[in-house]
């Protein structure tokens, strides 16, 4: 019999169950991060050594390196590590409420509409920064409100979830196909460099709202994830167990499209982090359920890592983070698919 890997911690009356495996990798996953935000930091036109990127951020640098560390780089890494960590944990939710490990933004559409959503805005208004971001936040809930409306059938399940999402993903990317027809060629050029999906640019102004929208979220999100267990099993077990199903899934859905739809207007529709942190974070985990905390982790240290890798693979032709992830998440997507087909779930 294999032995257990979960601990509980008592005091008082308070107990607390989690699993060693689990917390090992959620701590080095923070731990590869934080290495790979310091690398980000140090790396540009004028390249910092870490030693330096940390005595700076310390307070010790100089003005120059103050200058290049506070106000041009460290906005960018904060906004990449909480758009990958909203997405990762928003895919974990998603996946887990459609008990399908295709169940991600992704596919489901909600990138998909926040994009119209930004590019009405741009197509249409010629809207600033922050009004594309609105417009790509009030995408993101429309869609997802569409999608849980045609979804419903005396509650919402997994594949018809998913198989919804798919045909909204497919409209809404019509639409936006028709929006850059119509669009000038200052505005298309501008619609396509924001659908790439890139932290470039990133300040403080993203920051601050995108850390609060985080402060409430994840709490929410890690607070449900004993009955979000319990969904996985089934609708009735849960409820049996005194879970208020269709609320709880609600909530999370909602949670979880507030979440990507935030992670898109700050940082545009960064593919495939959604879908690819939550499997690896479970592969990692070999942990049954959510496994919400360590997807959000995985999620901010993939996404900073890729943002370093588009800056240093490639030179001087630095590539948007987005063209990244895309290539690297579209092999994994294929090989899930292809182990999906061996074990005949599709």
């Known amino acids: 019999m294999r032995a257990s890997r979960s601990r509980w911690v008592r005091s008082g009356r308070l107990s607390v169950r989690f699993d060693v495996r689990a917390l090992g990798v959620v701590l080095l996953l923070a731990l590869a991060a934080l290495a790979a935000s310091v690398l980000l930091v140090g790396t540009g036109d004028f390249a910092i050594p870490v030693p330096d990127v940390l005595r700076t951020l310390a307070g010790g640098g100089d003005a120059g390196q103050e200058f290049v560390v506070r106000e041009l780089r460290l906005p960018r890494v904060l906004v990449g590590l909480l758009v990958g960590g909203a997405l990762g944990l928003g895919g974990a939710l998603f ?41 790509a936040l009030a995408g993101g809930l429309l869609t997802g409100l569409v999608i849980y409306l045609l979804a419903w059938k005396r509650g919402v399940h ?15 990317t019509a ?27 990133s300040d403080w102004d993203q920051v601050w709202p995108l850390l609060g929208l985080c402060a409430v979220l994840v709490p929410l999100a890690l607070a449900h994830a004993r009955p979000l267990r319990m969904l996985e099993m089934g609708d009735d077990i849960a409820s049996a167990l005194g879970v208020r199903v269709e609320r709880t899934r609600l909530l999370l859905m909602l949670a979880a499209v507030l979440l990507t739809a935030a992670a898109t207007a700050a940082a545009g529709p960064v593919g495939f982090v959604a879908l690819t942190a939550p499997q690896l974070a479970r592969r990692l985990t070999r942990s049954p359920g959510p496994n919400l905390l360590p997807a959000l982790v995985m999620g901010a240290a993939l996404l900073v890592t890729a943002d370093w890798l588009s800056q240093r693979a490639f030179g001087a032709d630095q590539l948007p983070v987005g063209v990244v992830t895309g290539v690297l998440g579209g092999v994994y997507l294929l090989w899930l698919l292809v182990a999906e087909r061996r074990a005949g779930r599709i």
């Open 95 to 135: 996946q887990a409420v459609s008990r399908n490990p295709l169940g991600s933004p992704d596919v489901l559409g909600l990138g998909q509409g926040s994009t119209a959503g930004a590019l009405v805005v741009i197509v249409l208004f010629s809207g600033s920064a922050a009004e594309v971001a609105l417009g």
């Open 158 to 172: 997994g594949y018809r979830l998913v198989l919804v999402g798919i045909g909204v993903a497919a409209v809404a």
């Open 175 to 201: 639409v936006n196909g028709y929006l850059l027809t119509e669009a000038d060629l200052v505005d298309a050029a501008r619609a396509v460099v924001w659908m790439t999906g890139s932290l470039g640019g």
